[in-house]
């Protein structure tokens, strides 16, 4: 299909693309077209697994510039994500921790709840089910609010677990067939 279509032209460039990325953090390290570009790999990544390659780009990037921006904000964010696929919590966590005090500090909304919903999913991680609950009912009112229908699924799942999690069945069950509901 489109997608491995893509996913193999990206392939194809791939040097390329991390020569242009080398170049980049080089020349301009502070440019936001950088970020942007780091950010915009960041589904390739994903996609094809390449975990250790993401973290090493990213641990350049955040190393060139610390300022507290809604840049450094956002690759922070998806730092955490890397971190907490190869298992690294403790390192997930503290990125995480960091993009959420940037985002608070510079009222950034979009990048306050997202870092919110990390921080759920790591604290799920340690089956500390009463703070993913906290966090997550935060995040699902903004997901609501801001009529985000791309995020607004994964939160209700990963709420309803929680709630399941805690024997709250009840509130589990509404979820779940909210979430099911907005999918039909």
Known sequence: ???????????????????????????????????????????FWIMRSYFTEARHWLRQILAL??????????????????????????????????????????????????????????????KEYARTIELLEQVLAYRKQTKDEVRLTPTLNNLATAYRKTGNLERARQLYTEAISINQ
């Not at 990206?10 to 242009?20: D, F, G, K, P, V």
């Not at 922070?76 to 907490?84: K, N, P």
């Open 1 to 43: 299909g489109d997608h491995t279509n893509w996913l193999n032209q990206i392939e194809a460039e791939y040097n390329n693309l991390r020569a242009a990325l080398t170049w980049s953090m080089e020349t301009s390290a502070y440019a936001t077209s950088t970020g942007d570009f780091v950010l915009s790999l960041s589904n």
């Open 65 to 126: 510039n610390p300022e507290p921006t809604i840049m450094r904000a956002r690759l922070l964010r998806c730092a955490s994500d890397y971190f907490r696929i190869q298992g690294d919590y403790e390192k997930a966590e503290a990125v995480e921790e960091e993009g959420f005090a940037i985002s608070k500090a510079l009222n950034y909304e979009i990048g306050i709840y997202a870092a919110m919903d990390g921080l759920a999913i790591l604290a799920g991680v340690k």
